[in-house]
């Protein structure tokens, strides 16, 4: 289908473990990127990609690493896991071809580090 | 650094009500102006994107406007509906966007 998915849903974690959340879009979109989303700061940004092996630091990027080596992935990775970490995390994605069409999100990935 | 804020943080009204939501910016350079709907535990889905050479746009009962000398964009709900109910972003930006803290809006049957 087409459309941007993020996986897992879900995912719970112990502190220090390494874990990767997925984000895949169907549109060859230029740009993705990862925001997280915790009550009282709003939607922060982590990381963007402006094309494929083109990745930039956002407002929050300590403790995450993110990569791009095909258009359509942006994985992100936590690294070693705290608990600050705790959040929803959001993948979106946005074209450069003609007209700005705005942001595109996927479904999120609610993550717990315990 | 561009700074979004949004008034009221949160509004409750009965249903059938004509409402405002407000949307301010510090960088009045900005390109592009969206807005979108959350419902609680989901993601955000787009409502109205008013592009740089736009000053509104709509799509039904929603009615968006800029006016970048201001810093502002206003968000018009008609006719308001239960179905309403959900938290209300604005974002502002070129390509890269920063985001308003929200609107939590509650429309009562």
């Known amino acids: 289908d087409a459309g941007i998915t993020q996986s897992p849903r879900y995912k719970i974690t112990e502190t220090g473990r390494q874990v990767t959340l997925m984000c895949h879009q169907t549109?060859?979109?230029?740009?993705m990127f990862w925001y997280r989303q915790d009550l009282g700061h709003g939607l922060r940004l982590i990381y963007y990609?402006?094309?494929?092996?083109?990745?930039d630091k956002g407002e929050v990027p300590d403790g995450y690493v993110v990569s791009r080596s095909k258009t359509e992935n942006f994985p992100l990775t936590l690294e070693s896991a705290t608990r600050s970490q705790t959040s929803v995390y959001f993948c979106?994605?946005?074209?450069?071809?003609?007209?700005?069409?705005?942001?595109?999100f996927g479904s999120g990935t609610r993550l717990t580090v315990v | 650094k561009q700074e979004v804020t949004q008034i009221p943080a949160a509004l409750s009204v009965p249903e059938g009500e004509n409402l405002v939501l407000n949307c301010s910016f510090t960088d009045s350079a900005i390109y592009n102006l969206q807005w979108f709907r959350q419902d609680p535990g989901k993601g955000l889905t787009s409502l109205l994107l008013?592009?740089?050479?736009?000053r509104e746009q709509t799509s039904g009962r929603l009615n968006a406007s800029l006016d970048k000398s201001s810093g502002r964009s206003t968000l018009y709900i008609a006719a308001s509906q239960p179905g309403d109910s959900a938290t209300y972003l604005c974002?502002?930006?070129?390509?890269?966007?920063?985001f308003g803290p929200g609107t939590r809006l509650s429309v009562l049957p």
């Open positions: 990609s402006a094309a494929a092996d083109i990745t």
């Open positions: 979106a994605s946005s074209g450069t071809t003609g007209a700005f069409r705005g942001y595109t």
């Open positions: 549109w060859s979109h230029s740009y």
């Open positions: 008013i592009q740089s050479s736009q």
């Open positions: 974002a502002a930006g070129g390509q890269n966007f920063v």
